[in-house]
């Protein structure tokens, strides 16, 4: 069906439930009106080329968990409705080491010498958040577009890509799909398991993006690896937003220090905007 039919231009669509093909439709659908392929790129100043980046489709989906989620939190609460109303694109990957160098190079930005700093395709660490926003103002200038850190909702919308499960691709996970701490797993946890084999040898560290599978819209490690900061200002819950806490963030995504409970969807973390920790980095987002 071709994306001109009235039957597939529903304004704002409720993605739950949506088959693969058919979320894999609206996104082509969405980049096409907005004359962009799904996976693109803009060019920098130098002529060298941005960040990879897929479209996100507008849609409906419900956030948060429900009490018969494993792993749920009163943080989490209470599930809702939420509207994206039009589309944006995402970085297929976390920031890496190597994107960061080349903003250190452009804008004189240095790393403290005492701390630990990530390395080629490794997730970028122990940068605080007013970095991520000047990073993205570099972006901005660099490219004429506007990019940006995804606000929570904007985050777990493009995480879930329609799933109304714990984790976008089903009810439970393993350390083969994510990276968490594997003496911490889901399944074995769900099910109160005292002795268990890990299956994965544990790695104390985060690993290169594109290490573990996309979901159905291009982008990895939305779970696990490391914590991804949003620039929604941390509130004790879903209900409570006029409770936010101006000197803190909310984080999303879990990471390889964390239990796998962590790095569900609806997960979400409380970080200082002034933190610098080796498990926290960010994605960005890129206006359309």
Known sequence: MPCSDPATREAIPYLGGFPDDKLLRHQWCSAEALGLQVHFHDLLANGDPGPELFV??????????GKREFGHSRLEEPRRLTTIDRPFALGRFTVTADDWRHFE??????????????????????????????????????????????????????????????????????????HFDSTLPYEEQKQKKRLFLPRCIPVTKSLPVGSKASNIWGLHEMHGNVWEMTSTLWTPSHRYSEQADTKAIVTKGGSWFDAAVFARSASRMRRLKDELDVNLGFRLLREL
């Open 105 to 178: 190079a452009a804008t004189g930005w240095r790393f403290r010498p005492d701390l630990l700093s990530a390395s080629g395709r490794q997730p970028v660490m122990n940068i605080r958040y007013a970095d991520a926003e000047a990073y993205c103002r570099w972006l901005s200038e660099q490219s004429g577009e506007t990019y940006r850190l995804p606000t929570e909702e904007e985050w777990e919308y493009a995480c879930r890509a329609g799933s109304t499960t714990p984790f976008h691709f089903g009810e439970s996970v393993s350390c083969k799909e994510v």
């Open 56 to 65: 996100i489709p507008a849609g409906q989906l419900e956030i948060g968990s």
